[in-house]
């Protein structure tokens, strides 16, 4: 074998293994979701809610076949309770989901455990196409229910025996 049709061939299994790590994205994905302050301590969101800023929340995916971490990113909420993740690749051969790591409001840092974390789909399969994907929004307890809430509980949670 001469020289040169080695280098080829170099060139060629390198190509190869590049091309089996996922290629960047045309489009990324954008994955946003939002927290949230239970202000009420019902464990969902009311209208009485608040978002909460400079939460931190952690991107994270585990391979399917032997659950090993391959891949984390770590952002913050804005004003508005929202995180936003930039995805450039493509996660198919991946369990990813979203997980509430810290709130930093002191009355408002109890993480709800049922809320905590949120499962998410970054690939195209399962015909979803949209190259932006939700999150289901995650929960921390106010650490007391406001005043309001009293009255609110009657609206969310009916008294069956009161209907018809
Ligand atoms: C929340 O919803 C309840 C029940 O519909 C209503 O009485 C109350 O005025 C609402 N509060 C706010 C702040 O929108
Ligand atoms: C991590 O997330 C940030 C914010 O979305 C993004 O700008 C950055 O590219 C991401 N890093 C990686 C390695 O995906």
């Not at 080695?6 to 994205?25: D, E, G, R, Y």
């Not at 954008?30 to 209208?47: A, I, K, S």
């Not at 810290?102 to 049922?114: L, N």
């Amino acid at each position: 074998m001469t020289k040169s049709s080695l280098l080829v061939l170099l060139a060629l299994a390198s190509l190869f293994v590049a091309m089996t790590v996922a290629k960047k994205l045309a489009r990324p994905y954008e994955l946003c979701g939002r927290v949230y302050c239970d202000t009420c301590r019902f464990g969902f969101e009311t209208n009485v809610t608040t978002y909460i800023n400079g939460a931190t929340v952690q991107l994270e995916c585990n391979d399917k076949s032997d659950s090993r971490l391959v891949f984390t990113n770590t952002t913050t909420t804005d004003e508005n309770g929202m995180f936003k993740f930039i995805v450039d690749r493509d996660h198919r051969d991946q369990c990813c989901e979203v997980v509430l790591l810290k709130s930093p409001w002191p009355h408002c840092k109890v993480i709800d455990k049922v809320r905590s974390h949120s499962e998410v789909i970054i690939t195209d399969l399962n015909g979803i196409s949209s190259y932006i994907r939700h999150a289901n929004n995650l929960g921390v307890f106010q650490d007391y229910a406001l005043p309001v809430c009293a009255e609110l509980y009657k609206y969310y949670f009916p008294d069956p025996d009161q209907e018809s």
